[in-house]
Structures are given as structure tokens and as C-alpha cells.
T-cell receptor, first 112, second 113 residues
Framework: NAGVTQTPKFRVLKTGQSMTLLCAQD?????MYWYRQDPGMGLRLIHY???????AKGEVPDGYNVSRLKKQNFLLGLESAAPSQTSVYFC???????????FGSGTQLSVL | KQEVTQIPAALSVPEGENLVLNCSFT??????LQWFRQDPGKGLTSLLL?????REQTSGRLNASLDKSSGRSTLYIAASQPGDSATYLC????????????FGTGTQLKVEL
């Protein structure tokens, strides 16, 4: 049982480049989330999904897009990366009736 | 503004000591509060989840308490071990905050031999 898997684990981008972060969970969870973690700040919610085909904005959605075409996958896209998007990105999931969150191991992204 | 604060930012204790980590929040209208552990370079692991109707939750050597009226939660770790060294984060789901968890910045704990 792999839980929540994030790919890639590390990535370096140049300003203006685009990329997609993939999150996959094998626990049949309805809810999925993308957070970013920056030094001195708590984790902040970027976007989330309450089920296949649905997405919603979180606290800091600007510059990011998401898609949830399959229940097990939640993709986070950066269309034109900026240095301010340098961060560690975490994906999390949970079932509908339980608020305990399961996290992936993170993606460290640097935008130069 | 709904905020979560954890003080101190770092704590070092000798092995075997009982310790308390603190979490405070600005609004007593909450659904639940969750304590996480984060090891360096790793994701977060949920330790304990306390619903707003509960006063405490226990798991092994860990005990978390919740006092909504004072806006405080504590995580008690009994008989600390070097393996407990990690960053501990508190997160609150505020009423009216939708699906968002508001995280504190964490307390980095080091348990020394």
C-alpha cells in the first residue's frame, strides 16, 4: 500500500517554464489537496478537490491550475513559473468521513 | 483573522523527559484540531485528531488536549526518546473556513541522549 505518491521529488525550473506535479493515492480517498510549505510560514492550501472532476481554490491559488480527471490522481500545474513559487509542495488526501489527512513526501521546486 | 501559533519554535530536551508542546488559535469556533509530525525531508504524519466536542485524545505516549474557550491545545509526550525528534505541527479547521486547515509553523523538537 503506497499511500500518497508525489512525482517528481525535486525539480529546478527557469522563470517562465511550465511543469506539472503529479499526486497519486491508492486509498480510494475522495478529498485531495495541494499545499505549499515555505520557511517561517505554515502550510498554505493552494487548491483542493472533493471528488473526481471537481476542483476548488484554496488560500493561495494564483499562478497554479489543477485537474482531477481520475479519482486517484490530482495534478498541479504551473503555467509560467516565477521565483516566488520556489517552495516545497505537498499533496494530501483523506476519505469523505474522516478528517485525518495522509500526506505525500513532497516535491522540492526551485525556480531560478 | 484566523491564525494558529506554536511557541516555542524549537525545543531541546534530554531523553526520558516528559514534555508539552503548545498550540494556540485565535477563534474558538473550530471543527477540529490535528497534530502532525514532520521528519526532515518527509511529509507530514497525522498523530492525533481532536473533534471540537472532545477534550483530549491519546495514542501511546502521546496525549493531546483541547480547550476551545481559551483557544489552546497541548501535545504531551511522555518519556521522550531520540526517535521523537521531529517538527510537530498543529492544524485547525475553523468553522466557516470550508475545507481549509490552518497550520501553525511548528515546534522543532530535539531529544538528546
Amino acid at each position: 500500500n503506497a499511500g500518497v505518491t508525489q512525482t517528481p521529488k525535486f525539480r529546478v525550473l527557469k522563470t517562465g517554464q511550465s511543469m506539472t506535479l503529479l499526486c497519486a493515492q491508492d486509498m480510494n480517498h475522495e478529498y485531495m489537496y495541494w499545499y505549499r510549505q515555505d520557511p517561517g510560514m505554515g502550510l498554505r492550501l493552494i487548491h483542493y478537490s472533493v471528488g473526481e472532476g471537481t476542483t476548488a481554490k484554496g488560500e493561495v491559488p494564483d499562478g497554479y491550475n489543477v485537474s482531477r480527471l481520475k479519482k486517484q490522481n490530482f495534478l498541479l500545474g504551473l503555467e509560467s513559473a516565477a521565483p516566488s513559487q520556489t517552495s516545497v509542495y505537498f499533496c494530501a488526501s483523506r476519505p469523505w468521513r474522516d478528517e485525518k489527512l495522509f500526506f505525500g513526501s513532497g516535491t522540492q521546486l526551485s525556480v531560478l | 483573522k484566523q491564525e494558529v501559533t506554536q511557541i516555542p519554535a524549537a525545543l531541546s530536551v534530554p531523553e526520558g523527559e516528559n514534555l508539552v508542546l503548545n498550540c494556540s488559535f485565535t477563534d474558538s469556533a473550530i471543527y477540529n484540531l490535528q497534530w502532525f509530525r514532520q521528519d526532515p525531508g518527509k511529509g507530514l504524519t497525522s498523530l492525533l485528531l481532536i473533534q471540537s466536542s472532545q477534550r483530549e485524545q491519546t495514542s501511546g505516549r502521546l496525549n493531546a488536549s483541547l480547550d476551545k474557550s481559551s483557544g489552546r491545545s497541548t501535545l504531551y509526550i511522555a518519556a521522550s526518546q531520540p526517535g521523537d525528534s521531529a517538527t510537530y505541527l498543529c492544524a485547525v479547521r475553523f468553522t466557516g473556513g470550508g475545507n481549509k486547515l490552518t497550520f501553525g509553523t511548528g515546534t522543532q523538537l530535539k531529544v538528546e541522549l
